[in-house]
């Protein structure tokens, strides 16, 4: 299919012209027009996009007063390695004035992510808007045939072909293996072990970092467990067993912080992420004794212990620790006009 032969190397590396550039504008400012929150881009997928493109971009974000959201340039830990894709970030941010967030810090920074902490502290403390979040678990999870598997990737990221779980039977690759499905199943997903722990436990730690899912779509029940246990496991491993920190700064790391992240562009967030008069009562009542995730790598959906009860605008969706059955009451969130 068309996303399959996307993955497929060689990747697209061709230079968009000035027509290519205005009808990527084009497409861009509709998506606003129907209310987008921001620019999304996948700069580690399309090693192709150049520099100035990118920048364009940024100006594009700043000139539709929105945040754009980067899944940095590079996952390395050689020159040029992931500072200097968060670099750019800082860079296009400081000359446009348009607000940067780095996607998933612990994967695209690997061993590099103290540095980069240090980065982005020092950028915002001069002025310069920029974020970013952390999944809690030392695996990441992509496609096989992405262009972060290319050239000399097992140095660049610190990695192996045995560091590569094949996300369907949960086995570990090995440079055949690899080949094979990189060649007939480009699209298919790998979950990849390269992050020390003590390098997530610091991007959690540190002030201001939030905490995000970046959980996708499971595939015959199998997938990444962040997509059912991140919250919990902070909740539970990081704050209560580790005490890395305290009940109250993880939770605002993974509500107010995000909310406000976004409130100054899309006012809807001003009631998320909070519990006030008049805000939406998307709720969730957990046990701070027991809570804890239960998805691991090999069975990923398995629902966390502790948590009593969610509500989504003020309907419950889990009542008494059970799922509710038909039950939908989330609701699109939408920007005004950005202009």
């Known amino acids: 299919d068309v996303f399959s032969d996307a993955l497929r190397p060689p990747w697209n590396t061709k230079e968009l012209d000035a027509l290519a550039m205005q009808r990527m ?7 606003f027009s129907e209310g987008g929150l921001g620019i999304g881009i996948g700069l580690a997928y ?3 996009a150049r520099r100035s493109e990118i920048f364009r971009l940024y100006q594009q974000a700043k000139l539709n007063s929105v945040p754009i959201f980067v899944h940095a340039r590079l996952t390395s830990m050689v020159e040029p390695d992931s500072t200097s894709a968060l670099q750019e970030l800082i860079s296009n941010s400081a000359v446009t004035g348009a607000a940067s967030h780095l996607c998933h810090i612990g994967s695209i ?4 992510v103290p540095v980069m ?3 982005i502290d020092g950028a915002r403390k001069r002025g310069i808007d920029i974020s970013t979040e952390v999944y809690p678990y030392t695996a990441a999870h992509t496609f096989i045939g992405s262009a972060i598997f290319s050239g000399n990737w097992q140095t660049n990221i610190g990695m192996d072909y045995n560091d590569l779980q094949w996300t369907l039977t949960g086995e570990r690759l090995t440079e055949q293996t690899f080949n094979q499905y990189r060649e007939e199943n480009p699209a298919g997903l790998v979950i990849a072990y390269f992050m020390p722990e003590d390098i997530v436990s610091a991007a959690i730690a540190e002030p201001g970092v939030m905490i995000a899912s970046d959980g996708g779509e499971w595939e015959n029940n199998v997938g990444h467990p962040r997509g059912a246990g991140t919250f919990s496991r902070v909740l539970g491993f990081y704050v209560r067993d580790q005490k890395l920190l305290n009940l109250p700064e993880a939770l605002a790391k993974m509500t107010i912080l995000p909310a406000q992240r976004l409130e100054t562009y899309v006012p809807a967030m001003k009631n ?10 998307d709720i969730t009542v957990f046990d701070a ?3 804890i995730d239960n998805a691991t790598f090999y069975l990923p959906m398995q629902y966390a212990s502790g948590i009593q009860h969610v509500l989504v605008n003020g309907k419950f969706v889990v009542k008494a620790g059970q799922s509710v059955k038909g039950v939908y009451p989330g609701r699109a969130i939408l920007a005004v006009s950005h202009k």
């Open 25 to 31: 504008a084009a497409l861009i400012d509709q998506g």
């Open 46 to 48: 399309v090693p192709g």
């Open 109 to 112: 920074g690997g061993v590099q």
């Open 117 to 119: 902490l240090e980065m």
């Open 272 to 281: 998320k992420g909070r519990i006030k008069k008049g805000a939406d009562a």
């Open 289 to 291: 004794a027991t809570i």
